[in-house]
């Protein structure tokens, strides 16, 4: 989200901290699919659905909580 074109951006993109341990798998599938309202244009048509499944899964490997409990 602080890439050279966000400043330009109307909304911020997201901080994926903050939405990926939150929301389903399935969500993140169908939100890069159809889109979502102004904020996210689809991409149904520029990539596969193989390839959407990947990216959930790194996006999901970058951001996700470690749920862990500290050993006692």
């Known amino acids: 989200g602080d890439g050279p074109d966000a400043p330009a ?19 993140f599938f169908q939100v890069i ?8 244009p689809p991409f149904a048509d520029q990539i596969t659905e193989e390839e959407r499944w990947h990216l959930i899964n790194f996006l999901k490997a970058e ?7 500290p050993s006692q």
């Open 9 to 27: 951006l109307t909304i911020p993109p997201a901080d994926f901290r903050q939405h990926i341990p939150y929301h389903t798998d399935m969500f």
């Open 33 to 40: 699919s159809a889109g979502l309202g102004d904020f996210m």
């Open 63 to 69: 951001y996700s909580v470690d749920v862990q409990q």
